[in-house]
């Protein structure tokens, strides 16, 4: 069958979704699509596990329930010239942000939360929720298993700074690891206006994602930023303490006038899949991957009880903070 003249090929961008509608971003214009059924397809059997047979007849409802496309993939899709589109296919993905699918079961799906990334940013809040370093450490280690740069942002700094400008000693001496170890910090707030221009400056040119829990201040980071933006923000005094209330309910690239494009992400505890192929863990911490292989045991050591460990001798040297350190035993129970 040919396709007609009329039809033509388009590239775009997915800067939003809702159930089964993907809006593309091409040329200015952010074009509705749908995608089309052979398509989904090839994209969420591939992803199956392989040495499962049984794959093919997975239970339908649930293959409905997992989402083949994310926000920030490079898509190809034809113009029916009604204002909508059909997807017809996803350009290679440079890297992704993903996390294991909710739905339980035999199969390891995993949910992709956006694609091609320059940054990844936690998002942490100084205070109200405060900051918890081992969550940190469990972002920065699944960005560094997937390869994604990390710059790490505290806002809602004017909740904490003193009079003077002064911040506690607690969380100097916190921000103060972080960048010993090689993070960018940049300390912001939505309400003084803090940080706002140096991380316009950090960001212009380049494909960001802000994550982090429910109530940290994403959105409103990103509003003040982009004055006029006007996302959705949570309302204060509601949610259980501390817990946020997840206002922003789906991912979205904002194109900023500052050229930046930025991806909202509704809160999560966390991301990643630490799928580490027998790796040691070490090597998603920079600061103790230097050392590994340089134990007694070399390869064999598991940092924990053995005789001349180099990693434990740098933490006992106060090289390596033994807040890190513990954040690495916790993950290495867990792969
Ligand atoms: N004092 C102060 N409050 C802030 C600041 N930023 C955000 N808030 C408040 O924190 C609450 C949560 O802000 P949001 O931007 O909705 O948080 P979020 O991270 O986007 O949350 P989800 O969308 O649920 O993931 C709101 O009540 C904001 O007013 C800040 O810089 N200073
Ligand atoms: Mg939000
Ligand atoms: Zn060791």
Redesign the pocket.
Known sequence: MNVTNSYSHDQGVVVKKNIGIYHVRTNERVIPCAISPRLRKQLVYPIADPSSLSHIVRDVKILDKVDPLAVGDWVRFVDSHDGSGLITEVLPRRNRLARRDPYPGAYKFEQIIVSNIDYIIP?F?AA?PAPKWGLLDRYLTSAESLELTALVVI?????VRADDGRLDGELQTSLQEYRRIGYPIVL????TGEGLEELRRTLKGRISAFV??????????L??LEPGLG??????GTGRAGK?????TSAEMITTTFGADIV????MREFGLHNLDGEDPAMFFPEMRPLVGKCKFGLDCSHAEEPGCAIRKAVLAGDISPLRYRSYLRLREEV
Request: glycine share 16%; hydrophobic share 35%; net charge positive.
């Open positions: 998002v809040a109200s806002t809602k700094l004017d909740l912001t707030s939505a309400v982090g829990k429910s109530g940290v201040g994403k959105s409103a980071l509003n003040a996302l959705r923000i949570g309302a204060i946020g209330k997840h206002t922003t909202d992400t509704p809160g």
